[in-house]
């Protein structure tokens, strides 16, 4: 056979384009555990996206739907104590200061500021555990976004340095013996990036709609506030 003809029945034999699977299942042992370990991770984090997309879609609504009542509705008790409603933040925010407002009326109302500051920091109060308990989850991104970068880097700086071994086992430094080894190494900061760019992105997005629904929550607190102070005065 002809050196020309050796050459193209290698070119045809060489892939022309990347296998993922190939490379993954080429690469080191701790090389596929680093793999394994971005790719659940990436998989959590787009649980977590759309989990939290639909949940927070659902309290929404739910807010949305409770806030119109409460203000069309003179019988705040049923209101407040109706079914469904203690798990709406926005009811747990209004419960609080009534309830606080309940407890200062029936001591007596001896001074009406320190009860308004204590009604004020009941809702306050509440408002905060209703955005840590929303955000609760975001942690976990701010994490895989700062942190697989660097693990898929420790994945390829363990290719690299298994290519450089084989070239010490094989006595031949050309680039047919690491470039395998260098691909499958890269692979895994490849994968690396595939599962922080998304995380990254989605706790900033995510983060921004936590504070916007925060600063809502504020509000409405600072609403109810107000018409309990309404209420206090005509005691």
Not at 45 to 55: D, E, H, N, P, R
Request: glycine share 6%; with cysteine.
């Amino acid at each position: 056979m002809s050196l020309f003809a050796t050459l193209s029945a290698a070119a045809a034999a060489a892939p022309t384009r990347l296998d993922p699977v190939e490379l993954f299942m080429a690469a080191d042992i701790i090389v596929q555990a680093v793999i394994v370990g971005l790719v659940l991770a990436s998989i959590w984090v787009w649980a977590i996206i759309f989990g939290f997309s639909l949940k927070m879609a659902n309290v929404k609504r739910k807010c949305s739907a409770f806030e119109d009542e409460f203000w069309s509705n003179a019988d705040l008790d049923a209101l407040l104590d109706g079914r469904g409603k203690k798990d709406n933040p926005s009811a747990r925010i209004a419960a609080a200061g009534i309830n606080e407002f309940r407890r200062s009326h029936k001591a007596g109302l001896r001074d009406r500021d320190a009860a308004r500051a204590r009604i004020a920091q009941a809702m306050d109060g509440q408002v905060a555990f209703e955005a840590d308990a929303l955000a609760d989850r975001l942690g976990f991104l701010a994490t895989v976004g700062s942190v697989a970068p660097f693990v898929g880097l420790f994945g390829t700086v363990w290719g690299i340095m298994n290519s450089f071994f084989q070239i010490g086992i094989q006595q031949n430094s050309s680039l047919a013996v690491v470039a395998p080894g260098i691909a499958e190494a890269l692979f895994a900061t490849a994968i690396g990036l595939f599962a922080a760019i998304p995380a990254v992105i989605a706790y900033n997005r995510l983060s921004h709609t936590v504070n916007g629904f925060e600063a809502r929550m504020t509000r409405f607190a600072d609403r109810v506030h107000a018409q309990v102070s309404r209420e206090m005065e005509a005691v």
